[in-house]
């Protein structure tokens, strides 16, 4: 959304970022897609040679996109080992009620936040 | 390729949460060209990442600072990242500045904006399209900024 408002006042913007539906969904200008786990959208971490990659891609992608909605998808890799992706957010026999517990005690501190007053209005 | 809208709903629908949470969704998408070439252009970061923690997240707003104020390392432990699998030691992979100085020290790019932007993840689409958005847009308006890179964790 902020680089919808940013387009919108005349500057232009690319999203280097790795959840590509939820950047579609929004209705992104330019995105360039590295396929990693989330929380290194611009390279694996210490691998300048990936960084610089994908920080080249999204300064070419700034000049190069011909119309909005421009997705540059990279072909890094995270591993040859594709189990990452089973990871995040992963539902399992074994962590059903954790996370039953991980959502009362959100739902309680959302409460708790109300009402000590922290929230945005 | 994994449809992270449809794993988030899943797992919050295993932790008792009722209601999906209705991600933004929008058919036209606004475009602009770049003002000024590469070599003459002017460039900012913004970023997910947290630069003051001592905030409660439930009240942290959109916020400008200085390059030269940006942390050695954010504050990412109450965003939803992976934490399974990566970490975030590495500034570079999710905050460039590094990378960008040499681009701008070798003349590629014209030059480094005053100040990167922080935007926070919000729950309400309300505030970061009402409040977050259009302040940081002011601010880079007012850095004279011709190109951004937005980096969501």
Not at chain 1, 29 to 54: A, C, W, Y
Not at chain 2, 56 to 80: C, H, N, V
Request: hydrophobic residues 40%; aromatic residues 8%.
């Amino acid at each position: 959304m902020t680089a919808r408002a940013l387009e919108t006042a005349g500057i232009a913007t690319v999203v280097i970022g790795s959840a590509l539906d939820i950047l579609q969904r929004a209705g992104t200008p330019r995105i360039v897609f590295n396929d990693l786990p989330l929380g290194n959208p611009v390279g694996k971490p210490f691998d300048s040679t990936m960084q610089n990659e994908s920080l080249s891609a999204a300064l070419n992608l700034l000049y190069t996109a011909q119309s909005p909605g421009a997705v540059q998808q990279l072909p890094n890799q995270w591993s040859a080992s594709e189990g990452w992706r089973d990871n995040f957010m992963a539902i399992t026999p074994h962590n059903r009620e954790q996370l039953l517990l991980l959502g009362e005690e959100s739902r309680r501190q959302r409460l708790l936040n109300r009402e000590q007053g922290l929230f945005r209005p | 390729m994994i449809r992270y809208i449809e794993r988030t709903k899943a797992y919050y629908r295993a932790q008792g949460f009722e209601q999906d949470y209705q991600w933004a969704m929008n058919v036209e998408t606004p475009f602009s060209r770049p003002a000024r070439p590469l070599k003459s252009a002017r460039i900012t970061l913004v970023t997910t990442a947290v630069v003051e923690p001592s905030i409660p997240k439930p009240i942290r707003t959109a916020k400008s600072y200085a390059f030269s104020d940006a942390p050695a390392d954010f504050d990412t432990a109450e965003l939803s990242w992976d934490k399974i699998t990566t970490h975030t030691n590495d500034r570079e992979s999710y905050f460039p500045l590094q990378a960008l100085n040499a681009r701008v020290a070798a003349g590629e790019i014209g030059s480094l904006a005053p100040r990167f932007h922080f935007i926070p993840t919000e729950y309400s689409q309300r505030h970061t399209r009402n409040e977050d958005a259009p302040l940081i847009t002011e601010h880079c308006l007012t850095d004279a900024v011709d190109l951004a890179i937005l980096i969501p964790l």
